[in-house]
């Protein structure tokens, strides 16, 4: 079985742009969150989605905004972009939906912002 | 406000000894506590994942310890191997008023690094 995918790997964008990720989670998974991890903050959690629905949502500004699709594939896009939105995102993926799920993550999107 | 703290922030151990990973947390009511590897340049991997009500959880070489009314965790690490050098992250599970799952709050990690 495939596990989570997300493209592009690798992004280098300008002050000001916008950007879309994309993450196709493992098939049969109804569960995807996204996550941004710089060395300065660590791991933060974004948005959760299940079942095409915002479940939960992180303490980040507008400009983050994700959506997931009716084959559970999901995207994040971030607007006007800013020199500290420079991070690995990553994308994981669950079966069920419960908080006691194991998610598995993928090797995530590296956003280069000048 | 919610927080994990761990400790210690980076660790060099000897290949074969162990070590004991730190994570104390102020999230509350929380759901569970997962503790994740993550080696450079790849997403994280599960380790152990424990409920509010569950005090230890093994996978291999790794035990977890949950303490919930010290909301303490630890992450002991036997016989060690060079393939353990990684980041170790732990994250607790907010539960929302009315019993819902709420976000995931991670600590900064603590890097391992197992030396020949």
């Known amino acids: 079985k495939a596990g989570v995918t997300q493209t592009p790997r690798y992004l280098i964008k300008t002050r000001g742009q916008q950007v879309t990720l994309s993450c196709s989670p493992i098939?049969?998974?109804?569960?995807v969150s996204w996550y941004q991890q710089t060395p300065g903050q660590g791991l933060q959690f974004l948005f959760e989605y299940f079942s095409e629905t915002q479940r939960n949502k992180g303490n980040f500004p507008g400009r983050f905004s994700g959506r997931q699709f009716s084959n559970s594939r999901s995207e994040m896009n971030v607007s006007t972009l800013e020199l500290g939105d420079s991070a690995l995102y990553l994308c994981?993926?669950?079966?069920?939906?419960?908080?006691?799920?194991?998610?598995?993550f993928g090797p995530g999107t590296r956003l280069t912002v000048l | 406000k919610n927080q994990v703290e761990q400790s210690p922030q980076s660790l060099i151990i000897l290949e074969g000894k162990n070590c004991t990973l730190q994570c104390n947390y102020t999230v509350s009511p929380f759901s569970n506590l997962r503790w994740y590897k993550q080696d450079t340049g790849r997403g994280p991997v599960s380790l152990t994942i424990?409920?509010?009500?569950?005090n230890t959880k093994s996978n291999g070489r790794y035990t977890a310890t949950l303490d919930a009314d010290t909301k303490q965790s630890s992450l002991h690490i036997t016989a060690s191997q060079l393939s353990d050098s990684a980041s170790y992250i732990c994250v607790v599970r907010e539960m929302n008023y009315g019993g819902s799952q709420g976000n995931l709050i991670f600590g900064k990690g603590t890097k391992l690094s197992v030396k020949p």
């Open positions: 424990m409920t509010f009500s569950e």
């Open positions: 098939s049969g998974h109804r569960s």
């Open positions: 994981a993926s669950s079966n069920t939906g419960t908080s006691t799920n194991e998610q598995f």
